[in-house]
């Protein structure tokens, strides 16, 4: 029987540098998936100060853990694999230490100068109807549970496939897409009324 | 009206641009380092055992709890066997009583047969003769 053929890791040259204690080739992973898991992290926390941290704790586990890294995934999917379980246990802490409640997100975060929205720039009056919806939609996004809204982070900001997803959270398919499913329903909901009066 | 699963999606979508503000991975990056050798001169101290220890074992899942069960065992058989197999007590020596006990003379019976039990005496107790 033949096994299939997975393709070549494109990090493993950096990763083997990085391994042999080669710092610059750590940050240049650090450079090159940066962006993608401040995204994860920031879009489950809604938290700037709370996401960096994290992300400081993310990056220092998985270069103290590169040894044990044995290639039998790509070196994004095991850093992202981190940095969902570290993003879900800091989320299951912060519920309990109950200092901030989920319900209430963060003033800051509604119009957060750390996050830099590029794509409407030229049109400044569809920007600000865009940027209040996006207020809901934060909002709305906070209201789901953490493993819905992990799901939606994954499939519909992230762009990462059910099976990728499945993958990276250890579950099935199946699964991936029923949450995903509740989860719309639920976002939908909650954007119906802004959605009338903007659109 | 609530928006289309298509609509809420390419909402969802426009988040895939937003970045972190221009520097800030620079800076990202000189903290870390700076960690990083503060993490170093750490493990130089005993506590670097202790943090790999519990590293290596939250790094092992679930089975964790398996090791840590044989680990406990391990501790509570070592603990039964080093532990001292018992004292010999001395038993102290029986303090001498000196209260003799001295037999009091038992009270005298009337024996039975020598009592007149016959109807025609009239009882001692004063029972009735009839």
Same mark, same amino acid.
């Given at each position: 029987?033949?096994?299939? @053929?997975?393709?070549?890791? &494109?990090?493993?040259?950096?990763?083997?540098?990085?391994?042999?204690?080669?710092?610059?080739?750590?940050?240049?992973?650090?450079?090159?998936?940066?962006?993608?898991?401040?995204?994860?992290?920031?879009?489950?926390?809604?938290? #700037?100060?709370?996401?960096?941290?994290?992300?400081?704790?993310?990056?220092?586990?998985?270069?103290?853990?590169?040894?044990?890294?044995?290639?039998?995934?790509?070196?994004?999917?095991?850093?992202?694999?981190?940095?969902?379980?570290?993003?879900?246990?800091?989320? #299951? #802490?912060?519920?309990?230490?109950?200092?901030? @409640?989920?319900?209430?997100?963060?003033?800051?975060?509604?119009?957060?100068?750390?996050?830099?929205?590029?794509?409407?720039?030229?049109?400044?009056?569809?920007?600000?109807?865009?940027?209040?919806?996006?207020?809901?939609?934060?909002?709305?996004?906070?209201?789901?549970?953490? &493993?819905?809204?992990?799901?939606?982070?994954?499939?519909?900001?992230?762009?990462?496939?059910?099976?990728?997803?499945?993958?990276?959270?250890?579950?099935?398919?199946?699964?991936?897409?029923?949450?995903?499913?509740?989860?719309?329903?639920?976002?939908? @909901?909650?954007?119906?009324? @802004?959605?009338?009066?903007?659109? | 009206?609530?928006?289309?699963?298509?609509?809420?999606?390419?909402?969802?979508?426009?988040?895939?641009?937003?970045?972190?503000?221009?520097?800030?991975?620079?800076?990202?990056?000189?903290?870390?380092?700076?960690?990083?050798?503060?993490?170093?001169?750490?493990?130089?101290?005993?506590?670097?055992?202790?943090?790999?220890?519990?590293?290596?074992?939250?790094?092992?899942?679930?089975?964790?709890?398996?090791?840590?069960?044989?680990?406990?065992?391990?501790?509570?058989?070592?603990?039964?066997?080093?532990?001292?197999?018992?004292?010999?007590?001395?038993?102290?020596?029986?303090?001498?009583?000196?209260?003799?006990?001295?037999?009091?003379?038992?009270?005298?019976?009337?024996?039975?047969?020598?009592?007149?039990?016959?109807?025609?005496?009239?009882?001692?107790?004063?029972?009735?003769?009839?």
């Amino acid at each position: 029987m033949f096994r299939q @053929s997975r393709p070549p890791d &494109p990090d493993q040259d950096l990763v083997t540098r990085a391994r042999q204690g080669d710092t610059r080739a750590f940050d240049a992973l650090i450079l090159k998936y940066g962006d993608k898991l401040y995204g994860l992290v920031y879009n489950m926390t809604n938290h #700037k100060e709370d996401t960096h941290d994290l992300l400081q704790e993310i990056f220092a586990r998985a270069y103290q853990s590169l040894g044990s890294f044995r290639g039998n995934s790509t070196f994004y999917t095991w850093i992202y694999q981190i940095a969902v379980n570290l993003t879900l246990n800091f989320l #299951k #802490k912060r519920k309990r230490r109950a200092g901030l @409640s989920l319900n209430d997100p963060e003033s800051s975060v509604q119009q957060d100068p750390a996050l830099v929205d590029h794509t409407h720039e030229a049109n400044p009056e569809q920007q600000t109807r865009l940027k209040e919806l996006q207020v809901k939609l934060n909002e709305a996004m906070q209201k789901l549970s953490e &493993p819905h809204r992990m799901v939606v982070t994954m499939f519909d900001i992230q762009g990462m496939s059910h099976g990728e997803i499945a993958k990276v959270l250890k579950t099935s398919e199946g699964t991936v897409r029923s949450r995903l499913h509740y989860a719309h329903l639920q976002l939908q @909901s909650a954007l119906q009324d @802004s959605w009338n009066e903007r659109f | 009206m609530k928006p289309t699963v298509e609509q809420l999606e390419n909402l969802l979508a426009l988040k895939r641009d937003e970045r972190p503000e221009e520097g800030y991975w620079q800076d990202f990056l000189c903290e870390f380092h700076q960690r990083q050798r503060e993490q170093a001169a750490k493990e130089s101290g005993v506590s670097a055992l202790f943090q790999r220890f519990s590293q290596w074992l939250s790094d092992l899942g679930p089975s964790k709890w398996a090791y840590g069960a044989g680990l406990a065992y391990a501790a509570v058989t070592v603990a039964f066997f080093l532990s001292p197999k018992g004292v010999d007590v001395e038993k102290a020596p029986a303090a001498p009583v000196n209260y003799q006990v001295v037999p009091t003379p038992a009270p005298a019976v009337e024996q039975l047969d020598q009592l007149d039990l016959s109807p025609s005496t009239q009882g001692s107790a004063g029972e009735q003769v009839f």
